[in-house]
């Protein structure tokens, strides 16, 4: 069965880079733009995984996670962000891995889907 991934991020670059590596890689792939359209999008489809950006504008990101309890989630920052607010982020249980930007494709790739047990 094909696993499906919504990758969130206000990036178009990056939302359609990691799309076109993940759907390379045998994965059914939906996008969003911010927290609240990632919330929208939920309404119609439901993924195995998100990829969620934490900086994005709109809707603070630990107010849409909040929202989504039984979907894992992995996050994405372009910024380095010290140890304790990468604990803090990680508090909810459905949290499970963190992916520093750039990333190395193949990195990417086999976090993946190590998460997603391909």
Do not use: H, W
Not at 20 to 45: H, M, P, R
Not at 72 to 96: T, W
Request: proline share 4%; net charge negative; with cysteine.
């Amino acid at each position: 069965m094909v696993k499906t991934i919504l990758v969130v991020d206000d990036e178009p670059d990056i939302r359609q880079s990691v799309k076109l590596i993940l759907e390379a890689n045998g994965y059914k792939v939906f996008t969003a733009t911010d927290g609240d359209d990632c919330l929208k999008k939920l309404e119609s489809v439901k993924p195995d995984l998100i990829l969620l950006d934490i900086m994005m504008p709109g809707t603070p990101v630990d107010d849409i996670v909040k929202q989504i309890t039984d979907i894992n989630i992995a996050f994405m920052s372009v910024v380095s962000i010290s140890d304790a607010r990468k604990r803090g982020l990680c508090m909810q249980e459905n949290i499970i891995d963190f992916f520093q930007k750039p990333f190395n494709v193949q990195d990417l790739v086999e976090r993946v889907s190590l998460i997603l047990n391909d």
